[in-house]
């Protein structure tokens, strides 16, 4: 079985600039968490998507977004890029996404911002 | 107070010792909690997890859990080289909802020769 698939590994961007990330789910999978890894504040939770609706909500400013598609496949997008913005995103996906369950974690995106 | 605090380390054992690991959270009403490692570089690897009271055995690994201290650890047996990598503890706090997890910010662990 294939695991949680991410995509681009790396990213370069310059601040005011938006990007996006993908990421694939394991199959029969239908949630779809993001959290952002920085050296100073760990791994931080973003959202989390269940049946392409935005169920939790971490405290991150309004231009980081996200969307669930009907596969399950989750993109993440991040307007307006700042320096702060540089970090490792961390795609997790889980069956049904309730309390308990194990959370299985992609190779992550790297993004630079310069 | 951190909602999940760890000892950054980084924790140095010889091979073959036990490592034992801690980790503390702030919101008594959390049930579930998390182990994972990760390597330099790479993501988390989930290695073990806890619901109740008591200990959970696997392999060389055992997770301990006591809600009433609001306290987990993580005992490594016989550990090895290969275990040289940040351990993350991870709780499902209930104040946070579905399945959001409050990581600490991770103890290194060095297992040395």
């Known amino acids: 079985k294939a695991g949680v698939t991410q995509t681009p590994r790396y990213l370069i961007k310059t601040r005011g600039q938006q990007v996006t990330l993908s990421c694939s789910p394991i199959?029969?999978?239908?949630?779809v968490s993001w959290y952002q890894q920085t050296p100073g504040q760990g791994l931080q939770f973003l959202f989390e998507?269940?049946?392409?609706?935005?169920?939790n909500k971490g405290n991150f400013p309004g231009r980081f977004s996200g969307r669930q598609f009907s596969n399950s496949r989750s993109e993440m997008n991040v307007s307006t890029l700042e320096l702060g913005d540089s970090a490792l995103y961390l795609c997790?996906?889980?069956?049904?996404?309730?309390?308990?369950?194990?959370?299985?974690f992609g190779s992550g995106t790297q993004l630079s911002v310069l | 107070q951190k909602e999940v605090e760890q000892n950054s380390g980084p924790l140095s054992v010889p091979e073959g010792a036990i490592a034992s690991l801690n980790c503390t959270y702030s919101?008594?009403?959390?049930?579930?909690f998390f182990w994972y490692r990760q390597y330099s570089g790479k993501s988390p690897e989930l290695i073990m997890f806890?619901?109740?009271?008591g200990d959970k055995e696997d392999g060389r690994f055992t997770a301990q859990l006591n809600k009433a201290s609001q306290y987990v650890s993580l005992l490594i047996r016989d550990s090895q080289p290969s275990d040289s990598a940040t351990y993350l503890c991870?709780?499902?706090?209930?104040?946070?909802?579905?399945?959001?997890?409050?990581f600490g910010t991770g103890t290194q662990l060095k297992v040395e020769l």
């Open positions: 998507y269940f049946s392409e609706t935005q169920r």
């Open positions: 806890i619901y109740s009271n």
């Open positions: 919101d008594r009403g959390s049930q579930s």
């Open positions: 199959s029969g999978h239908r949630s």
């Open positions: 991870a709780v499902n706090m209930i104040t946070g909802g579905g399945n959001k997890l409050t």
């Open positions: 997790a996906s889980s069956l049904q996404g309730t309390v308990g369950e194990k959370l299985f």
